[in-house]
């Protein structure tokens, strides 16, 4: 039976204390599932209800569902074994020392900041990131940022001659059948995010870099709803075995830290959260947006919850302290 009463009650909490205008979550459990929808979808200009079927604008958990699963079919597939230089791919970027799995573990140590980034067209943003210089930072610190996921977007561009969105479609959402999982949704299926620019974003990504980069951006852009990614996360858990065109050995590699002693822990592309008993490691990652996935593989559980915690005006550091909160006591509802 699922009983995450406390954890329920936190991300209710945002709603009543008026934290995120709305919210769609589910806890796994096995093969049950309980999702609830509660609260509204926009507050502002005007408000509107929210529906269980909503789609959600995804931001950085695109990372992970398109550019890295990408990666890991090629992987599965013996075409890539991600010791691979950069440079192999994108010679323009300098530096030889940075390898794939610096990118997918976020140790690359490859400088973030681009002065006056958002008034840059599509070939100015892509040269400028790719000219980043790498700091020493680099297998010195675990610092995420979306520059490594652009530029492996880049990667796989080289290697199917196709933007990774593009590839992502095709390789990864088409082939397990998610009709609400795209990177260009119907625009009123969708839960708006900011107030911006005296227009409300809606079924458009609210990351600018998306916007310009287009089919070319590896970090973010990709829509989804609840159900879709109920499918998903099964597939990750192991639950249904087959919905992820990959193989479950490679899924496995993912509940496991690949950052060396001393940095902070992190899987490909997944940051780690580790039972508070066991210390086994589960996988999370979050989107800008207020979006998160948790899986727990051992025991087959996890949580997903989407919010728009960025309606209407983008500023919201309250939920970033609840979402911890919601996590550590699911990590802990999860042990009983």
């Not at 940022?145 to 001659?161: H, M």
């Not at 990774?164 to 609400?180: C, N, R, T, Y």
């Not at 728009?308 to 909160?325: A, C, D, S, V």
């Amino acid at each position: 039976m699922i009983d995450y009463s406390t954890t329920q009650s936190l991300i209710e909490s945002m709603v009543t204390e008026r934290i995120v205008p709305g919210v769609n979550y589910a806890f796994i459990k096995n093969k049950q599932v309980f999702t609830s929808t509660i609260g509204f979808a926009s507050t502002y200009p005007k408000v509107t209800q929210l529906s269980p079927f909503a789609q959600y604008d995804l931001a950085s958990l695109t990372k992970v569902l398109i550019t890295e699963n990408i990666l890991l079919k090629l992987y599965q597939n013996g075409k890539l074994n991600f010791t691979e230089p950069l440079t192999d791919f994108i010679p323009e970027f300098k530096d030889p020392r940075v390898r794939l799995f610096h990118l997918l573990t976020h140790t690359s140590g490859i400088r973030g900041w681009i002065d006056h980034r958002d008034q840059l067209n599509h070939d100015e943003l892509l040269n400028a990131i790719i000219h980043l210089p790498v700091t020493n930072e680099f297998e010195h610190k675990m610092r995420y940022a979306d520059t490594n996921f652009i530029l492996l977007g880049l990667v796989v561009k080289k290697i199917y001659g196709r933007p990774v969105q593009d590839v992502g479609m095709s390789e990864i959402i088409a082939p397990m059948d998610l009709p609400d999982t795209t990177f260009s949704p119907v625009k009123n299926n969708c839960v708006p995010t900011v107030w911006l620019n005296d227009q409300l974003l809606q079924g458009v990504p609210h990351d600018p870099k998306a916007r310009q980069l287009g089919s070319d951006c590896g970090s973010a852009g990709l829509f989804s709803s609840m159900l879709d990614l109920i499918k998903i996360c099964q597939g990750y858990l192991g639950i249904e075995r087959d919905v992820l065109p990959l193989n479950q050995e490679v899924i496995a590699q993912l509940f496991d830290n690949k950052n060396p002693a001393g940095l902070q822990p992190r899987s490909w592309g997944w940051d780690l959260r580790f039972d508070p008993e066991l210390h086994y490691p589960l996988i999370l990652h979050t989107g800008f947006t207020g979006v998160l996935l948790l899986l727990d593989r051992v025991r087959k559980s996890g949580l997903i919850l989407l919010t728009n915690r960025i309606h209407p005006t983008g500023h919201n550091q309250i939920f970033l302290t609840m979402r911890e909160k919601i996590i550590q006591s699911f990590l802990k509802e999860n042990d009983q």
